[in-house]
């Protein structure tokens, strides 16, 4: 199985909200075959003892029920997705229903009908008037009472997700699960520009081949570094990824570059190399985090909303993911084979493009609200002294913008003096800590 194979079949499980449902169904249908059959041959009564009537009350309002209760909680929980969705972001979507809570929810809801059914068809058989599937029944109710914890944890599940301060919360952790697995390494030495300098050789030289992306235009998810280093190796040359992670690829676009002869190489195999969708994820795009949470920020900040306490919730969890940056070693877009050659080189974002991404479009909507350019002012200002000497005239060249903004939109002098001020509660910091 290929690697890409391998992703693809990985993101649709993932994103997948009727894989899960699907199997418990499954599970449910086993389980209605098989457990009135034990119940039949044992002959004895195992849980607790029903009559034929009552259990066919029972098993009758279960699977009537439940498939109506089913409908009704989708229709909720779609309502405050779509809330979710609108109210943050709509890149949101896809963590909403990615949440293994509402499949498992899902899951057990339709198995109790689906269960219901097929032990009812087993009440009073023509050939045992007198049968009563106790445990079959006694399991049906069971499964009615997970349906109803499962329904409560549900409900929790998705009113909690649907604060900011979880939403952004999981998002901050999850962003910084993937930069320190995007870059492990601590910062040691200086990095000029905020991301080493790489060596020239063969890839800085003019490419002998060109591979183009020749298939539907999608957005480049994920890409096997280690596939492509090997294929490099065993050809002797270094291959270069034109576009970046998270890019949109043109049907015609240029995709790889081949520094060295490198003709062996088909480029249907360096296609295979790479995956695809029809939207960015974090796996190996760790701007995209700050890209979610800049569109937070960007809307609470919007006139139609007005919230800049939203913002400065998002700058929380920003500040966080641009310390834990300021610390790591961003890699200089290049994997090494076993013995220490270059074999591939892909664009990678520089620390200014992760302040351009994560603070540019909060300063300028924000430029007329205090408490968005109290928190930034105290954001830059904590930035600049946990950050690297290198990396320390970027934030400057931030605070000389935030400044610039301040000025422009607080012409009073009192006014002015209160949006400079630095404040990480936004508004609310004792002294303007």
């Known amino acids: 199985m290929s690697w890409r194979t391998k992703w693809r079949i990985y993101e649709y499980i993932r994103n997948s909200i009727w894989i899960v ?50 409908g009704f909680v989708f229709s909720i929980l779609l309502l405050a997705v779509q809330f979710g969705s609108s109210q943050f972001s709509p890149r949101m979507l896809r963590r909403f229903l990615r949440d293994p809570t509402t499949k498992i929810s899902l899951g057990i809801f339709m198995a109790t009908f689906i269960y219901a059914l097929l032990v009812l068809r087993k009440i009073e058989p023509a ?55 995007v870059y492990p390494e601590p910062v040691e030495g200086p990095e000029a520009g905020g991301i080493e300098e790489v060596d020239g ?65 088909e480029d249907e195999r360096l296609r295979r190399s790479i ?26 900040l919007s006139p139609g909303v007005n919230d800049p306490t939203t913002s400065v919730q998002s700058l929380d969890q920003i500040e966080m993911l641009l310390r834990l940056l300021a610390g790591r070693r961003l890699t200089p877009g290049e994997q090494r084979d076993g013995a220490g050659t270059v074999r591939f080189r892909y664009p990678a974002p520089t620390w200014e493009d992760f302040l351009s991404i994560a603070l540019d479009e909060a300063r300028f909507f924000g430029e ?30 931030q605070i000389r913008m935030l400044e610039a903004s301040v000025a422009r939109s607080f012409r009073e002098p009192a006014d002015h003096e209160i ?11 004792p002294g303007g800590r």
Do not use: C
Not at 282 to 295: G, I, K, S
Not at 371 to 395: G, I, M, S
């Open 21 to 70: 449902p699907a199997i418990l169904g499954a599970l449910a249908v086993v389980m209605g075959i098989i457990l009135p059959d034990i119940d039949e041959r044992t002959g004895d009564a195992i849980g607790v003892s029903f009559g034929a009537s009552a259990a066919q009350g029972i098993l009758g309002a279960l699977a009537g029920g439940m498939i109506t209760f089913t």
């Open 127 to 181: 050939d045992n008037a007198d049968f009563i599937p106790d445990l079959s029944v006694s399991v049906s109710l069971i499964m009615l009472l997970l349906s109803m914890v499962m329904f409560l944890r549900l409900i929790s599940k998705t009113t909690q997700g649907l604060r900011v301060a979880v939403v952004v919360g999981d998002l901050g952790r999850d962003g910084a699960a993937v930069m320190q697995r």
């Open 201 to 265: 050789g063969e890839g800085a030289a003019e490419p002998s081949r060109v591979v183009t992306y020749g298939q539907e235009p999608a957005v480049l998810q994920s890409v096997d570094t280690r596939g492509l280093v090997a294929i490099a190796a065993e050809a002797d040359v270094v291959i270069e990824l034109i576009p970046p992670v998270g890019d949109l690829i043109a049907w015609d676009a240029p995709l790889f570059a081949i520094h060295g002869e490198g003709e062996d190489i």
């Open 275 to 300: 995956a695809v969708g029809d939207e960015r994820t974090m796996r190996q795009d760790p701007a995209f985090v700050f890209r979610l949470l800049a569109d937070i920020s960007s809307k609470a």
């Open 368 to 397: 007329t609200s205090v408490q968005v350019t109290r928190r930034l002012r105290a954001l830059l200002e904590d930035l600049h002294a946990a950050a690297p000497p290198d990396r320390q005239p970027a934030v400057e060249a």
């Open 419 to 429: 949006a400079a001020a630095r404040d990480r509660q936004g508004i609310g910091s």
